[in-house]
């Protein structure tokens, strides 16, 4: 992006502020369903700065424009928003994030405007609790950028589909009746749903509203008795999904019916909703005495735990994106012999060739993340047209190409990184690689009590990189969804995270494993496979309660190359040599010549 133009529309939005007297604005990367993942109408901190990491957060006042991002895209910020006029403001520990910064700034009587329709709950709370106490009024009821972002795209107008029946498990009709056993279990009258992948799950509808994710933009809104009401575009919707979802009990209505609809609700009924994932513009026409129930959603817990049908249907899924990554190292390893100059980007477009002939494949699940050398040491880096790579390396010398890439099929979501070496790597490599392996092999092996926090047995797989004092700034696992989101809760691996019980890890659940270690201007390493959790098999004790462990279904060589097996003990060599065998077992007869030659080769026992 041109940078004068961020200038420009940073002044722009400074005489806004000057027009509706106001001292400050807060710009989060959001929409009104608090998604990862946004349609361009609601990326408005994009459009303002040009920083274009997932995670983000600007404030501007007269003087000032900063923007908060943590660890994962500092290197990446940085270069985005030099000669912006915007100043990188790191996420860190006994670091201010940008309310600190804002309440310790800000005078008495000045006022902060954030769009509430991107505002979720949670977040305004933690806003007024630092404002009041500084006399500081946050506006929520004006987006600012309206009379600003003149060209600002259209809403998303993708059809619906249907999630197709052979890969369903469970009707729509009993997904909502599973939800209002939920509300009668929290006690409430009614229950408002914006995230859009708990009304992807509860519908068995799909669409194509945010990149990447299967979803369509929408809210829901259920009573305990037989309304839930689906407020959407109705001109995404056949004649026959409409059908389709009257008889499974739902109504429809236009998207933006959603304010007058709560805004019937009396003081007798209860609202069950998440505070983190329903924005404050929802509820804007509320009466002020309705009741509330802040907890998290029945149906997210009910989406994480899969069945054993979509659990089948998933590894399935892993054996065709299998099936694809050996063909698709087979061509990168025999074009990189045969001395073509290959690109991070060759990368990307190479993955989604060989991915899109698989059955039921959709898109990718998440932007390729191709970065070789100090580029793989950015954690969520992207190669762009403007911005990339290629992989060349000097005569004797070596480098390592971290790719973390995923899909989603029909009967699945994958996300899987690997790293390879080009040229000659060297033993500091194979030391790093064989460290990140040993953690990743700890959290692969592990057992663990049914229901624990999640965030518990982070410490689980880094105790060999602790013990190497070594560590990485991410979290170690996220949930993963079944044909829907890449990143799903409520369960995750980080002992950064909170750890109510709502993030206890329970069977059926699949999440990632994927440690890294990632050295500033050299290289970046992260080896990641997806899991379920299961039963324990064989318990050997029975009196302390049930255990869980974990079923790798990721199929897909781990590079060897890159192992110094001198650094592995005996157990951690066992379990890759048997993890090797079963990708053998599973994918030999799915592939054929080179891949096939590529997937034996790669396989062999160390």
Known sequence: MNKQSIHDRIDNLRAALVEQDLTAIIVPSADPHLSEYLPEYWQARLWLSGFTGSVGTLVVTADFAGLWTDSRYWVHAADQLADTGISLQKLAPKQPNHIDWLADHLSEGDSVAVDGNVLSIAEQDRLLSAFDAHDITLITDRDVLTDIWTDRPALPTAKLYVHDAQFVAQSAASKLAAVRTGMTDAGATHHLLSSLDDIAWLTNLRGADVDYNPVFLAHLLIDLKEKATLFLDKNKVSSEIEQSLKDSGFTLVDYDGVQEALGGLTPEDLLLLDPSKVAVGTLSKMVDNVGFIEQMAPSSLLKSVKSDADIDHVREAMRQDGAALCEFFATFEQRLANGERLSELDVDSILIEVRSKQPNYVSPSFPTIA?????????????????????????????????????????????????????????????????????????????????????????????????????????????????????????????????????????????????????????????????????????????????????????????????????????EVEWLNNYHSQVYAELNERVSGAALKWLTERTKAI
């Open 371 to 571: 970065g070789f050398n100090d580029n793989g040491a950015l954690p969520h880096y992207r190669a762009t047209p403007e911005k990339f790579s290629y992989l060349d390396v000097s005569e004797g010398e070596g480098g390592l190409l971290l790719i973390d890439s995923g899909a989603q099929y029909q009967n699945g979501t994958t996300d899987i990184t690997r790293v390879v070496g080009i040229g000659q790597v060297s033993s500091e490599h194979k030391r790093d690689f064989s460290t990140v392996l040993k953690a990743h092999v700890a959290l692969a092996r592990a057992n663990f009590p049914d229901g624990i926090a999640s965030p518990l047995i982070d410490a689980i797989c880094r105790a060999p990189l602790w013990q190497a004092q070594m560590d990485y700034g991410h979290g170690t696992g996220h949930g993963v969804g079944y044909f829907l989101n890449v990143h799903e809760g409520p369960q995750v691996i980080a002992y950064s995270a909170s750890t109510p019980k709502e993030r206890a890890m329970k069977a059926g659940m699949i999440s990632s494993n994927e440690p890294g270690l990632y050295r500033e201007g050299k290289w970046g390493i992260r080896i990641e496979n997806l899991m379920v959790n299961m039963p324990v098999k064989q318990p050997t004790e029975t009196e302390f309660g049930d255990f869980l462990n974990f079923e790798t279904v990721t199929y897909c060589p781990i590079d060897t190359r890159l192992v110094d097996k001198s650094l592995l003990t005996d157990i």
